[in-house]
């Protein structure tokens, strides 16, 4: 149990003498416009080398349960390494409860890991595995019963405890090596991408076992995932990362519901966001109105307000739908439904709204299933409350 503080951390691994040759040759040769596809070279690829993580300022509370998630390479690993201490740190300040801990080693900061390849020691058996730090640590050997069978009780693998790693299945695996984390009573756990590995039924029943577990042995945990259904059922707050850079911590609700830009928009919410774009934001008698394929839309006191605060002028916007806020309707838009996914519950729609395509979740209860075939036109709409409106530039909510 301990709080995590970082400080302006920021993290540069050295880069390879080859990538710095093949770098300088491509800033010799002129920079290639965007392609169409939306790939962007690498921008944390700088002369001083790699910069993983930047500007990261987080305050984790005692017994809290912190989520980091984003896209590959975009610094989670990295950012939990460094709480770990097996990452040094390039510049900023760690603290775990009060103490600086920079430079204090990884053994000392009573800290437990679990990585996403469980890392287990292939020739000693499951319990030998889980007691291996308290041996290591001199603790008695009655208390090292005590705490495996506790911590097997736990996580239920108190049949395997004397069988050896390569005669379990991935989500026994994952589980011994959740108990080796936590019979050590750590003040912290950290795990990485520890779903990562199993099939999609089992990712859903570890990932409850983990809500579980946690509110069994009640201490501070970071977690990082690039999955965001794992972020948003897991963590009291999320931490969103792009490119090294945080880009948003919040509750999950405040994530989904008031993400900051399109980015954490489209990050967060499956199936994803629709995002209308060029969409010309007008003002007419001191109202806000939206103009989306020749339908005109008064936007909601919720969003006038602010706008009218901060003097918004006429523009560009991007406006994001989700698709479960989009519900079938008399009148509204209307296109081609070209995919239907039955879902049991619901039903998932792509609908080519005149060459856009838009994704509406539609329940199924009391629903015609013959409205919603491929090839029918379907007419909808939404409910302007729930819309998010970014600045086309910067992508920032406007609200
Ligand atoms: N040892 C290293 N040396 C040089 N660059 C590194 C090293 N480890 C990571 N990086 C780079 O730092 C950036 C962040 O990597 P990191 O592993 O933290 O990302 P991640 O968010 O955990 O990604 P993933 O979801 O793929 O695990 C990436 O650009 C990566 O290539
Ligand atoms: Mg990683």
């Known amino acids: 149990m301990s709080s995590i503080t970082l400080k302006g951390i920021r993290k540069v691994y050295p880069i390879a003498d080859d990538i710095k040759k093949k770098k300088k040759k491509l800033k010799k040769a002129a920079m290639p416009p965007v392609p169409a596809d939306g790939f962007v070279p690498n921008l944390q690829i700088t002369d001083e080398g790699v910069v993983a993580v930047q500007d990261f300022n987080l305050e984790i509370k005692d017994k809290e349960f912190v989520v980091l998630v984003g896209p590959s390479g975009c610094g989670k690993s990295t950012t939990l390494r460094m709480i770990a201490g097996l990452e040094e740190i390039t510049d900023g300040e760690l603290y775990i409860g009060d103490t600086l801990s920079n430079s ?144 948003q911590v919040g509750t999950p609700q405040e994530v989904f519901n008031h993400p900051v830009n399109t980015f954490v928009a489209g990050f967060i919410g499956t199936p994803q966001i629709n995002f209308f774009h060029n969409v010309p934001l007008s003002v007419e008698g001191g109202e806000y109105y939206i103009t989306i394929q020749g339908r005109k839309i008064r936007l909601d006191e919720k969003h006038q307000a602010p706008l009218k605060a901060k003097g918004q002028q006429t523009c560009d916007v991007t406006v994001g739908v989700r698709p479960v806020h989009i519900s079938m309707a008399d009148e509204g838009f209307s296109g081609k439904i070209e995919v239907s996914e039955m879902m049991g519950s619901e039903v998932h729609l792509h609908i080519n709204l005149n060459g856009d395509d838009i994704v509406a979740v539609i329940p199924t209860a009391d629903l015609d299933l013959n409205l919603v075939s491929i090839g029918k036109d379907l007419t909808f709409n939404f409910n302007p409350k729930l819309i998010h409106v970014f600045d086309q530039t910067t992508g920032e909510n406007l609200i």
Not at 123 to 139: G, I, P, Q, Y
Not at 176 to 202: F, T
């Open 104 to 247: 204090i080693a990884p053994r000392d900061r009573n800290i437990a890991m679990v990585f996403q390849n469980y890392s287990l020691y292939p020739h000693m058996t499951v319990s030998e595995n889980m007691d291996f730090s308290l041996r290591l640590a001199k603790v008695g050997k009655e208390t090292i019963l005590e705490k495996v069978q506790e911590a097997a009780r736990t996580l239920e693998i108190t049949q395997i405890l004397d069988r050896l790693p390569k005669a379990l299945s991935g989500g026994q695996r994952q589980r011994v090596a959740i108990g080796r984390a936590i019979v050590r009573n750590p003040q912290v756990i950290l795990m990485d991408e520890p779903l990562s590995n199993l099939d999609a039924k089992l990712r859903g029943q570890m990932r409850s076992e983990i809500i579980r577990l946690r509110q069994k042995i009640d201490t501070t945990f970071v977690y990082v995932t690039h999955d965001q259904v794992e972020a948003m059922t897991l963590g009291d707050r999320i931490v969103v990362m792009k490119d090294g850079f945080i880009q």
